[in-house]
């Protein structure tokens, strides 16, 4: 499996939200199969997308879409950090 990791400030964590959720059937449509938001313990606005996808290259094709940079500035993101990852490892303890 092959996962990305974001870390982005939002200005208004339940607008994001909104925006975020509205964005749920293209996110699947382009290739995403699960995913987490977390948040910084002492920074609500400060957000982590961790996704699971079906390769690196579906996701960065959907991140760096023109669509992607219009529904980020929408949703109020700031310097998103994108960062790819590729399962080597996984298991519950």
């Known amino acids: ?3 990305v990791l ?4 939002v200005v208004d964590y339940p ?3 909104k925006v975020f959720d509205g964005a749920a059937g293209i996110r699947k449509a382009a290739g995403e199969r699960s995913f987490q938001v977390l ?3 002492n920074d609500p606005n400060r957000i982590v997308h961790f996704s699971a996808w079906t390769s690196i290259a579906d996701a960065r094709r959907f991140f760096e879409s ?3 940079v ?3 500035a929408e ?3 700031k310097a998103p950090e994108f960062i790819y990852l590729e399962q080597l490892e996984a298991g519950v303890l």
């Open 1 to 3: 499996m092959q996962y």
């Open 75 to 77: 949703a109020g993101v």
């Open 39 to 41: 948040r910084y313990e």
């Open 15 to 17: 607008a994001w939200k």
């Open 6 to 9: 974001i870390i982005h400030e």
């Open 70 to 72: 219009k529904i980020r």
């Open 66 to 68: 023109p669509e992607l």
